[in-house]
């Protein structure tokens, strides 16, 4: 079966410009986690949305960073005036339901502010 | 101090050999564990969950301390295609926030 889907694969942005990233979960997993992962490092907690809800935005850096699933399946990372310490992978993930059931993730968002 | 602290190697270890990690974590309200595997430019997988009791899976054997807030991964027979990154991850009790750790670069040489 399909798995999760991020688009665009690779994104590159001039600094001071807004992007928005895509995911596109695995159908019926009800919850979706965004990660930011830099180089060298682990993926680190955005935010977490239960279906359309969104329970858990204490990972966001900033304001600038926006997250939305309006109708409980596609996800939007928004990204607002980007900066260059934005640039890292971000990455997607679902799981079929809350916190100890496994995570499946997404092949990422590589951005590159310039 | 971080959440949640690995050691990140490289291990370069042989084939056949034996490999231990260990990952330390802050946090004594941590309540689930788990080993992810992320091969270079690829998306982390879910290797193993850490079982209080301890588990087995093949090859791969996980173990939990509280007391001493630790838990390990434990490679036997190490193959070519177990290089990879290992990453230790743990969520609190009450929250749906996963912390990774930095990961443990693994190769293995032939």
């Known amino acids: 079966g399909a798995g999760v889907s991020q688009s665009p694969r690779y994104k590159v942005a001039k600094r001071g410009q807004d992007v928005a990233l895509r995911c596109d979960p695995i159908?019926?997993?009800?919850?979706l986690f965004w990660y930011q992962q830099a180089l060298g490092q682990g993926p680190e907690f955005l935010t977490y949305f239960q279906n359309e809800a969104q329970l858990d935005k204490s990972g966001l850096p900033s304001d600038r960073f926006f997250a939305e699933r309006p109708e409980g399946s596609v996800s939007t990372l928004k990204i607002q005036r980007t900066q260059q310490e934005d640039s890292a992978v971000y990455l997607c993930?679902?799981?079929?339901?809350?916190?100890?059931?496994?995570?499946?993730f997404g092949p990422g968002t590589r951005l590159t502010v310039t | 101090r971080k959440e949640v602290e690995q050691d990140p190697g490289p291990f370069n270890v042989p084939e056949g050999a034996t490999v231990a990690f260990n990952c330390t974590y802050s946090?004594?309200?941590?309540?689930?564990f788990f080993w992810y595997r992320q091969d270079c430019r690829k998306e982390p997988k879910l290797l193993m969950s850490?079982?209080?009791s301890g588990n087995e899976d093949g090859r791969f054997t996980a173990q939990l301390n509280r007391a001493s807030q630790y838990i390990s991964l434990l490679i036997r027979d190490s193959k070519l295609s177990d290089s990879a990154t290992y990453l230790c991850?743990?969520?609190?009790?009450?929250?749906?926030?996963?912390?990774f750790g930095t990961g443990t670069r693994l190769k293995v040489l032939a």
């Open positions: 850490v079982y209080s």
């Open positions: 159908s019926g997993h009800v919850s």
């Open positions: 993930a679902s799981s079929f339901w809350g916190r100890t059931t496994e995570q499946y």
């Open positions: 991850v743990v969520n609190s009790e009450g929250t749906y926030k996963y912390i």
């Open positions: 946090n004594s309200a941590s309540q689930s």
